[in-house]
């Protein structure tokens, strides 16, 4: 799924600018910094438009209503992602900290337990929507987010990564949700 030329400069991009931090935020994991990636223009935007390609379909037109984008580094490229398509951004936020009416979920992470919230009033029933999210590692985070989605009456169409690591097999974890990852380590 998505423009395999886009994913190509994305994947790129990824390669040149992303950078590992050993040992971070525990010892044993090896934190994939982007912040080089956000601070270059043309890398930052190949990426953009590679993790938009699966919100269109082959004659570019845009097959999803909104993007949901989980805390905390899917804010950072749900949005602009969003606005790439022309539809509305959906924060995703760890509990207590969205001010309205929520659906919440708890999950597991590679490295913890984690509780997320969405707005009840986020989606609408029938909404069409891709899911974005810097790194799929167990999948945890991506479940519990697309069971959200669920709780709304909207739909996941699929999943767009930065990068996926494959040794953990998060892949598992979303069913029969399509998947691009712009990056497999």
């Known amino acids: 799924m998505g423009d395999p030329a886009q994913i190509d400069r994305a994947a790129d991009a990824l390669s040149r600018l992303v950078r590992d931090i050993p040992d971070f935020p525990e010892p044993g994991v090896v934190f994939k ?7 270059d223009p043309t890398g930052f935007a190949d990426v953009v438009a590679g993790l938009a390609s699966p919100g269109r379909d082959r004659d570019g037109q845009v097959v999803v209503d909104k993007v949901i984008g989980m805390e905390a580094r899917g ?3 749900a949005a602009p992602v969003a606005l790439a398509l022309g539809v509305g951004f959906v ?15 708890a999950y597991e992470l590679e490295y913890g337990e984690a509780v997320l919230e969405l707005h009840q009033d986020a989606l609408a029933p029938g909404d069409r929507v891709l899911l974005v999210d810097d790194v799929l590692a167990t ?3 991506a479940r519990a987010t697309a069971d959200l989605v ?28 399509p998947l691009t990852a712009l990056l497999t380590v």
Do not use: Q
């Not at 910094?33 to 601070?39: C, G, K, M, Q, S």
């Not at 509990?95 to 309205?100: C, E, F, Q, R, V």
């Open 75 to 77: 804010f950072i490229l």
């Open 139 to 141: 999948g945890g985070t």
């Open 33 to 39: 910094d982007i912040t080089p990636l956000l601070a």
């Open 150 to 177: 669920a709780r709304c009456g909207a739909t996941t169409t699929g999943f767009a990564v930065l990068m996926e690591l494959g040794f953990l097999d998060g892949r598992a974890a979303l069913g029969d949700v």
């Open 91 to 105: 924060p995703v936020r760890k509990a207590g900290k969205l001010p309205h009416a929520t659906y919440d979920v």
